[in-house]
């Protein structure tokens, strides 16, 4: 048979929400019941890296995770990988002598591989720079037209979050009205330089596997929390009008209120879900007051605090200033291996704090 075998890679980082998404209206599609806004993290540092790979020798699809074989079989891998191969086109390749029509995309099995460049047992979003990778390195590999937000509405049918990470910068996800979700998609709202002071740092206080999914919280919090519903109608649109402004005028002040009201109502929303659904836990509590004690003495916030499905703080600092202060006291206040139950200081086998700027991931001992 032919021997070819034509390849694409990619790097996809992850991305961490000021305004949040939880609740879906449509669980197939993967439609929101609000818009979300989210910071994309540096790819250098929290990213996915993913190859694709296409030969006739291929005789099924199939996947590697981190090296591990894993299932194609789910509906979420099935529906991007469809939504993909509907709009390739036609590929040539001369130097190799290689040339497939638009319609052998039906016929042709890809072989993918995906590495994450941070621990994915971490309780950090893996899914969002996962599903955007792969959504992004398939349409380069069958030379797909559509620009990243409609490659968006695709990489969000495998995870929602998935569709904010198709760009740098503030993204936003625009909820859409459609039923068919064609309209459910991201644009970047500035891009990475726009607010390039500020610094990201995540404090990793377990790196547990959570134990209730976003998707099943999220349809019990959309079954029985009466705060979703009011949060979705009547306080998320002007927040996020709120949030846009901003972040247009790198209002720190602003951003900071709306970030941490966010994030509170989010696992407020969880609490009065039945059964509740606890995401954080003490040492996460005690991170928001220490952060809320500290900005309250300084007369303006100096960081933002906002926490996903899991106990990991993520801390937004204003500057290098407030964040070389912010890692002092964090080391000071929540030694590792001391009273509290943060994990480990650890990104590879170093440090316990992940820091990542908008612009670039500077090591601890740098900032410090
Ligand atoms: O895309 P999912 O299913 O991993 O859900 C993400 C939900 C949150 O991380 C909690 C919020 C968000 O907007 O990313």
Sequence with gaps: ???????????????????????????????????????TLDPA??????TVAVSPAF????????????????GRYQNCLREIRKRAREVEDKKKGIKIEKEDWEKLHLHIASYNNFPTA?????????????????????NVEEDESQLSAIARQGSGSACRSLFGGFVKWIMGKEEDGSDSLAVQLVDEKHWDDLFIIIAVVSSRQKETSSTSGMRESVETSLLLQHRAKEVVPKRTLQME????????????????ADSNQFHAVCLDTSPPIFYMNDTSHRIISHV??????????????????????????????????LLKRLLFSFPPNFDTDLDSYIIGDKTILKEAGVEGMKDVEALT
């Design 122 to 142: 971490a309780g950090l979003a893996s899914s969002a720079a996962g599903f955007a990778c792969l959504v992004f390195a398939l349409a380069k590999l069958m």
């Design 59 to 74: 005789q099924q699809d199939r996947m590697w995770l981190n090296g591990k074989e894993i299932s194609l079989s789910g």
């Design 45 to 50: 540092h929290l990213c996915t890296t993913t």
């Design 245 to 260: 402004e901003a972040i247009e005028n790198r209002d720190f002040a602003s951003f900071a209120k709306l970030t941490c």
């Design 1 to 39: 048979g032919e021997k070819w075998v034509l390849m694409k890679t990619a790097q996809t980082p992850t991305n961490i929400a000021v305004i949040k998404y939880w609740g879906k209206r449509d669980e197939t599609l993967i439609l929101p019941v609000n818009d979300s806004i989210s910071v």
């Design 292 to 325: 809320e004690k500290w900005n309250r003495s300084e007369g303006s916030p100096q960081v933002a605090y906002t926490f996903d499905a899991g106990p990991n703080a993520v801390l937004i600092a204003r500057d290098r200033k407030a964040a070389a202060q």
